[in-house]
């Protein structure tokens, strides 16, 4: 096991795993511009919890628990049910919230970008805002595999666009007016073992902590998108900004609409 990296806002927390399958250089310039060790291997001295690693030709985050298993990565097919044709229909809850008429969406708080690209599958010109660095290389090794796949080139489609930094600053910089901010932010999980957050989100919440200003940044949505703004939750939580305009409810999540 090698390290030789500097200390990093992760520190404790996150290491780069070369796992030999990619790229020599990868790696390497993973762990530089995050400022994370490079391992080449993980011992019981190794103090780190969560890893990134290429497997399986894509990049992955991993915790102890996964060393051995796939990870978690970006994942850029249609989800289950899901119309393989594109634009798929403008069905369910989040494209009722998101509206019809909508062409521009900036999704403020993308995550692991499962919504983003189902809403890109669905025909919205999509702008992708994260703030973890660590998320940002998820996701930029997700569009770039997007934007490999066959009927991205046989349609002439670009993936959406990844802006890096935070949120509240990144709404402020924007140099065109979007029709909708999208929020997703992390709320709270609800207190019963019965309804425990998916590895994803309890690993994204190990490892980022809570989201702090949520209603900064929803003051920040209201003020430069067009039309509206949609903030996805849990049906269990209180509206970020108040009584919504609109709420479309699916089975366990709910979109609140507030128009600008």
């Known amino acids: 096991m090698t390290s030789t990296r500097k200390l990093n806002p992760y520190q404790g927390k996150l ?7 990619e790229d020599s250089l990868k790696p390497g310039q993973l762990a530089e511009k995050l400022s994370a060790p490079l391992y080449h ?9 969560f890893f990134l690693i290429w497997r399986e030709g894509a990049l992955r985050l991993i915790d102890r628990e996964l060393l051995t298993k796939g990870g978690l990565a970006v994942e850029v097919e249609p989800r289950k049910g899901e119309q393989r044709s594109w634009p798929a229909p403008k069905q369910g809850a989040l494209a009722q919230a998101i509206g019809r008429k909508t062409t521009v969406v900036v999704d403020a708080t993308t995550g692991w970008g499962q919504d983003s690209l189902a809403l890109f599958r669905m025909g919205f ?7 973890s660095p660590v998320m940002a290389a998820l996701l930029a090794d ?9 009927w991205m080139h046989k349609l002439q489609l670009k993936p959406p666009c990844l802006m890096v930094g935070d949120a509240i600053e990144e709404l402020h910089k924007l140099t065109f007016c979007p029709d909708c901010v999208f929020l997703d932010p992390m709320f709270p999980p609800k207190r019963k073992k019965s309804a ?9 919440r190990d490892l980022l902590g809570e989201d702090t200003d949520k209603q900064s940044l929803f003051a920040a949505a209201r003020q430069v998108a ?6 996805k939750s849990p049906t269990h ?3 970020l900004g108040g009584k919504p305009d609109l709420s479309h409810q699916s089975k366990l ?5 507030y128009f600008r």
Do not use: W
């Not at 010109?125 to 703030?131: A, L, P």
């Not at 997700?142 to 066959?150: P, T, Y």
């Not at 425990?196 to 994204?204: F, G, T």
């Open 253 to 257: 999540l709910r979109y609140d609409v």
């Open 196 to 204: 425990l957050a998916k590895k994803s989100m309890e690993i994204l």
């Open 15 to 21: 290491a780069v795993l070369d796992s030999g399958q």
């Open 125 to 131: 010109q999509m702008h992708c805002i994260e703030r």
């Open 41 to 49: 291997s993980v011992d019981k001295n190794t103090q780190e919890a």
């Open 142 to 150: 997700g569009f770039g595999r997007l934007a490999a796949l066959e």
């Open 237 to 239: 939580a209180e509206p």
């Open 226 to 231: 067009g039309h509206r703004v949609v903030v």
